[in-house]
């Protein structure tokens, strides 16, 4: 496992007069100088426990599904060899960055300390002597962990409800669409007409009443939660501590989109004018109801909880650590659905005509009534499982 030493060979070293925490990233070379780095100076049994306490017998229990990537954990974690066709596959992998958090002084720790690497990258975190304070915790969301520390104690009562949480991410929530536009008003009724030299004939025609809105767009899924990583805690030397709580779950479902919301409706038709003839006229024709505002659209299903891809082990130094190491387990639950759009506001009424000699002008009417709220969404479908805590003494 990382170490000082190790850091050192890699370029990363400390003042000794000043030996100030680290934080930065660096380069492996190939597969093989990352198995070097990960060797915690296990025996080939050793490693094949490691191996099959993190990812199970075959690496395919806890989301190893691809060949080449079980093939490579076999090999870095593992006692089991690489094949040539799996380097070759791996090659382009590399350079492979990986965030590194080092401190040589004794650290405590107050509140959450974040280990996660902000593009999911390995992190490595090693660290001397650590003392929890009420309130303090190890995050790494989504990321693998390599913990490496010396001592590990805590001066207080657990103030936090874990030490450290190895989790997974929510799923996305997806933008709500667009509102659809209204279309133009709907049409005029006609003028009216004279039947022959003042004699008034019909009246302004009847506006044409306004067309529905468009209904809104239907809303997406919420997104497949990111699944928590495999995380390797060892503690070398010491824990004065009654417990060591790992608290563990991989990623919720995301919430689902929520749905547009519907367009308003069309604007009714004015009225037809009327028209004077000679001594008299006739009426204008009476604008038309605006239409009714469009359905919303469909909330968005939540998203599915996704699997831990890995487990967690945690290495002690003595056989009756064992037992202070207590797991907290957690399932990540789908997403909810998003909200239903808002039904479209209801069309403007269309004005009425105006009026011929002698006669009135034609009624204005209403704006039509608002649209239907969007259908319901469904939550998702599956709760993803979370990681196994193993405890195990280190040899």
Same mark, same amino acid.
């Given at each position: 496992?990382?170490?000082?030493?190790?850091l050192?060979?890699?370029?990363?070293?400390?003042?000794?007069?000043?030996?100030?925490?680290?934080?930065?990233?660096?380069?492996?070379?190939?597969?093989?100088?990352?198995?070097?780095?990960?060797?915690?100076?296990?025996?080939?049994?050793?490693?094949?426990?490691?191996?099959?306490?993190?990812?199970?017998?075959?690496?395919?229990?806890?989301?190893?599904?691809?060949?080449?990537?079980?093939?490579?954990?076999?090999?870095?974690?593992?006692?089991?060899?690489?094949?040539?066709?799996?380097?070759?596959?791996?090659?382009?992998?590399?350079?492979?960055?990986?965030?590194?958090?080092?401190?040589?002084?004794?650290?405590?720790?107050?509140?959450?300390?974040?280990?996660?690497?902000?593009?999911?990258?390995?992190?490595?975190?090693?660290?001397?002597?650590?003392?929890?304070?009420?309130?303090?915790?190890?995050?790494?969301?989504?990321s693998?962990?390599?913990?490496?520390?010396?001592t590990?104690?805590?001066?207080?009562?657990?103030?936090?409800?874990?030490?450290?949480?190895?989790?997974?991410?929510?799923?996305?929530?997806?933008?709500?669409?667009?509102?659809?536009?209204?279309?133009?008003?709907?049409?005029?009724?006609?003028?009216?007409?004279?039947?022959?030299?003042?004699?008034?004939?019909?009246?302004?025609?009847?506006?044409?009443?306004?067309?529905?809105?468009?209904?809104?767009?239907?809303?997406?899924?919420?997104?497949?939660?990111?699944?928590?990583?495999?995380?390797?805690?060892?503690?070398?030397?010491?824990?004065?501590?009654?417990?060591?709580?790992?608290?563990?779950?991989s990623?919720? !479902?995301?919430? $689902?989109?929520?749905? %547009?919301? =519907? *367009? +308003? @409706?069309?604007?009714?038709?004015? &009225?037809?004018? #009327? /028209?004077r003839?000679?001594?008299?006229?006739?009426a !204008?024709?009476? $604008?038309?109801?605006? %239409?009714? =505002? *469009? +359905? @919303?659209?469909?909330?968005?299903? &939540?998203?599915? #909880? /996704?699997?831990?891809?890995?487990n967690?082990?945690?290495?002690?130094?003595?056989?009756?650590?064992?037992?202070k190491?207590?797991?907290?387990?957690?399932?990540?639950?789908?997403g909810?659905?998003?909200?239903?759009?808002?039904?479209?506001?209801?069309?403007?009424g269309?004005?009425?005509?105006?009026?011929?000699?002698?006669?009135?002008?034609?009624?204005?009417?209403?704006a039509?009534?608002?649209?239907?709220?969007?259908?319901?969404?469904?939550?998702?479908?599956?709760?993803?499982?979370?990681?196994?805590?193993?405890?195990?003494?280190?040899?």
């Amino acid at each position: 496992m990382t170490s000082f030493e190790k850091l050192a060979e890699l370029g990363i070293t400390f003042d000794p007069d000043d030996n100030q925490p680290v934080s930065t990233t660096v380069e492996i070379r190939d597969v093989d100088e990352l198995r070097w780095l990960l060797d915690m100076g296990l025996d080939d049994h050793d490693r094949l426990a490691h191996f099959e306490a993190l990812f199970g017998a075959t690496g395919a229990g806890e989301g190893l599904n691809d060949q080449v990537i079980r093939d490579i954990a076999a090999y870095t974690v593992g006692d089991a060899p690489l094949s040539e066709s799996a380097r070759a596959a791996l090659a382009p992998a590399f350079p492979l960055r990986i965030n590194v958090t080092a401190d040589p002084q004794p650290i405590t720790v107050s509140a959450k300390k974040d280990l996660t690497s902000s593009d999911g990258t390995p992190s490595i975190a090693v660290f001397s002597d650590v003392t929890m304070l009420p309130g303090g915790y190890f995050s790494c969301v989504a990321s693998t962990l390599i913990f490496t520390c010396d001592t590990f104690a805590r001066a207080k009562p657990i103030g936090s409800e874990y030490d450290f949480a190895i989790v997974g991410k929510v799923g996305s929530k997806p933008t709500k669409p667009g509102t659809p536009g209204a279309a133009g008003q709907a049409g005029s009724g006609g003028p009216g007409e004279c039947s022959s030299g003042g004699i008034a004939g019909h009246g302004g025609g009847q506006g044409t009443p306004g067309a529905t809105g468009t209904t809104g767009t239907d809303a997406n899924r919420g997104g497949r939660g990111t699944p928590s990583q495999a995380a390797t805690i060892w503690i070398k030397k010491s824990i004065s501590a009654p417990q060591l709580v790992v608290y563990t779950q991989s990623g919720p !479902g995301g919430q $689902g989109g929520d749905g %547009g919301d =519907g *367009g +308003k @409706g069309q604007q009714g038709g004015n &009225g037809g004018n #009327g /028209v004077r003839c000679g001594c008299t006229g006739n009426a !204008g024709g009476s $604008g038309a109801a605006g %239409g009714r =505002g *469009g +359905k @919303g659209g469909r909330a968005g299903d &939540g998203g599915d #909880g /996704v699997d831990a891809i890995g487990n967690i082990t945690v290495y002690v130094p003595t056989a009756a650590a064992l037992g202070k190491v207590e797991p907290v387990k957690v399932g990540a639950p789908p997403g909810e659905p998003g909200a239903p759009g808002a039904g479209g506001g209801g069309g403007d009424g269309g004005s009425g005509g105006s009026a011929g000699k002698h006669n009135d002008a034609g009624s204005s009417a209403g704006a039509g009534g608002p649209g239907d709220p969007g259908n319901r969404g469904n939550a998702g479908d599956v709760t993803g499982k979370p990681a196994d805590v193993v405890p195990m003494l280190h040899p």
